[in-house]
Every structure is written in C-alpha cells, then in structure tokens.
C-alpha cells in the first residue's frame, strides 16, 4: 500500500498541494501534521510509523516534509526500513525501495544537511558583522530605563502593585517585575 505523509509548519498553511499530489501517486492514506519539522514528536508521523507493514511505501512530496535534519531523516527512513517499508520522494525522485535510490536518498540528505548548516553559519557571521557595526537585534525593551527606575520607585515609595503599574506603563506585570 502507498501511504501519504503531508507536513506544514503552522496551522495558518495549508496541505492541499502536498496531499494532491499525494493522492495523484496513488497515496491510498495520507497522514498529515501541522508542527514544525524540527519536531521530532508528531502525532501523525507516529500513527503512520505505528501502522506501516511490510512491503508498505511511504511517499512524501519533498523529504523535507518528513524532517528538517539530516539525523531525523536518517532516523525516520530507518524506522520505515525496519517495519519492511519503503520510502520515495516525489520532488527528488528518491526510491529507496532500490539500491541506487537509497544511495541518491543519502546523498541529497548530506547535501541538504550541509545547506541548512551553511545557511545558520551564514547568518550567525551576519549578526556578528552587525553587532561589530553597533547594530543591537531583537525587540527594543519595553520600558526604558528612566521608566525602570519609576517602575521601581513606584513600588517601593508609593507601595503600588505590580498590576496597577503594569495598567499605568501598559506593559505585561511580567515586565514590571523583570524592572
């Protein structure tokens, strides 16, 4: 039996191109997940894996919809090698239901493992180059330093809570204790 594995991300996406096409390579079942494929606990995968027999193909419409690294991957298509199954991609053309298509399947896994390393590198260099430039990231702090020390003389002088001055700055009253 060919049986579907479909992913996104977020809730906000949607499936429908990944379980079309699917369905067009003859997926008798999908399975779908909306959680980040950086996520080893998917319910779905979990269900499938868990109901896959011998002789059963799990086919995905790119390997990247199954796990974002290459240790995953690795891990998941072996979990499918031991209960007997298959595993092709579509996008890639990937069989490892053959020999030549599990040496392709390794090969493109390094390649895309080594990408996604180079993208981080990439943008841990970048960070770096901005900060050497002055450049600060991330959200600008809530409340500024003179509204701190307000925060704090406020609770200290004027015996307020942590809620009222929370109400007053707008801010969460997580915040305000953080001041």
Known sequence: MIIGYARVSTEDQRL?????????????RVFADRVSGARRARPE???MLDQ??????????????????????LEIV?????????FRSLAE????????????????????????????ERTR?????????GRVGGRPPALSPAQKAEVRRMRDED??????????????ERTVRRA
């Open 16 to 28: 429908d191109a990944q379980t079309d096409a699917l369905a067009a390579a003859g997926a008798g």
């Open 45 to 47: 995968l979990d269900r």
């Open 52 to 73: 896959l027999r011998p002789g059963d193909v799990v086919v995905v419409t790119k390997y990247d919809r199954l796990a974002r690294s290459l240790k995953d991957l």
């Open 78 to 86: 072996e979990a499918i090698a031991a209960r007997g199954a298959g």
């Open 93 to 120: 053309d990937i069989d490892t239901t053959t020999p030549a298509g599990r040496l392709v399947f390794h090969v493109f896994a390094s390649i895309a493992q080594f990408e996604r390393e180079r993208i981080s």
């Open 125 to 133: 260099e970048g960070l770096a180059a901005a900060r050497a430039r």
């Open 159 to 172: 015996s307020r809570t942590v809620a009222e001055i929370a109400r007053l700055f707008r801010v969460s």
